[in-house]
């Protein structure tokens, strides 16, 4: 078994092994961000805006959290596109 870095995995590159026979395994880890990012991609979930101070907040689910590795405290970039806001991790 040899560990690869980068093996494809449902349109992502996640860590794993790779056997001399051909046969793949994938980290636990990453092949489930990408199932969870890909479930992500076919729905949208619905979030209440609240209000702090003067300030409109936005509660992300905690799976788009895990999904996209969002820590607190880190900076995103927002923008507006087409009527639509994007948060992009910084
Ligand atoms: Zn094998």
Same mark, same amino acid.
């Given at each position: 078994?040899?560990?690869?870095? #980068? $093996?494809?995995? !449902? %349109?992502?590159?996640?860590a794993g092994w790779? +056997? #001399? +026979? %051909? =046969?793949?395994?994938?980290?636990? =880890? *990453? @092949? &489930?961000?990408? $199932?969870?990012?890909?479930?992500l991609k076919k &729905? /949208?979930?619905? @979030?209440?805006? %609240?209000?702090?101070? /003067? !300030? ?8 788009? =959290?895990? @999904?996209?590795? $969002?820590? &607190? *405290? =880190?900076?995103?970039?927002? /923008? ?9 991790p910084a």
């Amino acid at each position: 078994m040899e560990h690869v870095k #980068a $093996l494809d995995f !449902n %349109g992502y590159r996640i860590a794993g092994w790779k +056997c #001399a +026979c %051909g =046969e793949k395994y994938y980290e636990p =880890e *990453g @092949a &489930q961000k990408v $199932l969870l990012l890909n479930k992500l991609k076919k &729905q /949208s979930l619905k @979030a209440k805006l %609240g209000r702090i101070k /003067s !300030n409109l907040i936005l509660r992300l689910p905690t799976d788009i =959290e895990h @999904a996209l590795n $969002l820590k &607190q *405290g =880190e900076d995103v970039f927002i /923008s507006i596109e087409n009527d639509a806001i994007k948060v992009v991790p910084a």
